[in-house]
């Protein structure tokens, strides 16, 4: 094909025969030069179609697009490869960023809370102390008060289970009582004699009797116990709130002592044995129940 362009250009410039011609046809003498030269043009021409129609390969590493500029399809990929990268690595230093700001209002917050916990941990410990200083010191206000109440029931004694009449004289039942428990007139004035507590359906009332002196209250309630074995009635001790809730406490206990051998006498708000020491029990206090009532006996 490149032969037949070199023959074509020999022809035109006059230079002789193109290479390998000798079996074309020579030229009539009679034909003008002219027209053999067009022949081997549209000759030459003809070779050369096939060139220019001849497809591209399939395997070329450009590809065209479609606004004519060419591509590597690898470049492609790798930018894009970058390009998320970058992406990927920015939204992660702003994850980072948020996580910090996060973390330390986190901190903050916790080191508040902490530092709010300590004040009400130390605000607790000092009304726990405060409490405790409380306790301590209205149990010695009610011990106090106590040996008070103690004091002023000193010549106190109380007729238990003697039948109500109406128009009773206090004063009279409590002198008849007194003399069947042994003790005169002489040698125990009554100063003052009522009934006291509340009014209970199928309930007497006790009678809160005042006398001169505290050694008749000790012979009163010494001799009482075998003199009025055979009365509805007894007589006993002007106790205290506090000092009857302990004797009730160990009632049962005390009972089963003086059973077995062991006499015991509550004096002073506690159970003492006959060197007049308190007695230690052993045994379990069995409480009051809250929906019994108070027993009438003691």
Same mark, same amino acid.
């Given at each position: =094909?490149?032969?037949?362009?070199?023959?074509?250009?020999?022809?035109?410039?006059?230079?002789?025969?193109?290479? %390998?011609?000798?079996?074309?046809?020579?030229p009539n003498s009679s034909t003008p030069l002219k027209e053999h030269?067009?022949?081997? /043009?549209?000759?030459?021409?003809?070779?050369? =179609?096939?060139?220019?129609?001849?497809?591209?390969?399939?395997?070329?590493?450009?590809?065209?697009?479609?606004?004519?500029? #060419?591509?590597?399809?690898?470049?492609?990929?790798?930018?894009?490869?970058?390009?998320?990268?970058?992406?990927?690595?920015?939204?992660?230093?702003?994850?980072?960023?948020?996580?910090?700001?996060?973390?330390?209002?986190?901190?903050?917050?916790?080191?508040? /809370?902490?530092?709010?916990?300590?004040?009400?941990?130390?605000?607790?410990?000092?009304?726990?102390?405060?409490?405790?200083?409380?306790?301590?010191?209205?149990?010695?206000?009610?011990?106090?008060?106590? +040996?008070? !109440?103690?004091?002023?029931?000193?010549?106190?004694?109380?007729?238990?289970?003697?039948?109500?009449?109406?128009?009773?004289?206090? =004063?009279?039942?409590?002198? #008849?009582?007194?003399?069947?428990?042994?003790? %005169?007139?002489?040698?125990? +004035?009554?100063?003052?004699?009522?009934? !006291? %507590?509340?009014?209970?359906?199928?309930?007497?009332?006790?009678? /809160?009797?005042?006398?001169?002196?505290?050694?008749?209250?000790?012979?009163?309630?010494?001799?009482?116990?075998?003199?009025?074995?055979?009365?509805?009635?007894?007589? #006993?001790?002007?106790?205290? =709130?506090?000092?009857?809730?302990?004797?009730?406490?160990?009632?049962?206990?005390?009972?089963?002592?003086?059973?077995?051998?062991?006499? /015991?006498?509550?004096?002073?708000?506690?159970?003492?044995?006959?060197?007049?020491?308190?007695?230690?029990?052993?045994?379990?206090?069995?409480?009051?129940?809250?929906?019994?009532?108070?027993?009438?006996?003691?």
């Open positions: =094909m490149f032969q037949n362009i070199m023959d074509l250009t020999r022809v035109k410039k006059g230079r002789g025969r193109p290479k %390998g011609s000798k079996n074309r046809d020579k030269n067009t022949r081997r /043009l549209k000759e030459a021409e003809h070779d050369v =179609m096939p060139l220019q129609a001849e497809p591209a390969d399939s395997d070329s590493s450009e590809i065209v697009s479609d606004n004519g500029s #060419t591509a590597n399809p690898l470049s492609q990929l790798s930018g894009s490869i970058d390009s998320s990268l970058r992406r990927i690595k920015e939204e992660l230093i702003q994850i980072e960023r948020n996580f910090e700001k996060a973390l330390e209002y986190t901190n903050a917050r916790v080191e508040s /809370l902490e530092r709010k916990d300590y004040e009400r941990t130390c605000q607790i410990k000092s009304l726990e102390l405060s409490i405790k200083e409380l306790k301590t010191e209205n149990r010695q206000i009610n011990v106090a008060l106590n +040996k008070q !109440d103690r004091i002023s029931r000193k010549k106190n004694i109380r007729i238990v289970g003697y039948p109500y009449t109406v128009g009773e004289n206090c =004063m009279d039942i409590a002198a #008849t009582v007194i003399e069947k428990a042994g003790v %005169g007139p002489q040698d125990a +004035k009554i100063e003052r004699a009522h009934r !006291d %507590g509340p009014r209970r359906e199928g309930r007497t009332r006790h009678l /809160l009797v005042r006398l001169d002196s505290f050694e008749a209250k000790i012979a009163i309630l010494k001799s009482q116990r075998a003199r009025l074995q055979e009365e509805t009635y007894f007589i #006993t001790d002007d106790l205290t =709130m506090l000092d009857l809730e302990e004797k009730r406490k160990w009632r049962q206990q005390a009972g089963e002592l003086y059973a077995s051998g062991t006499k /015991l006498h509550f004096s002073a708000g506690k159970w003492r044995g006959r060197d007049g020491k308190p007695f230690q029990f052993q045994l379990t206090a069995v409480p009051l129940r809250r929906q019994d009532p108070p027993p009438t006996t003691d």
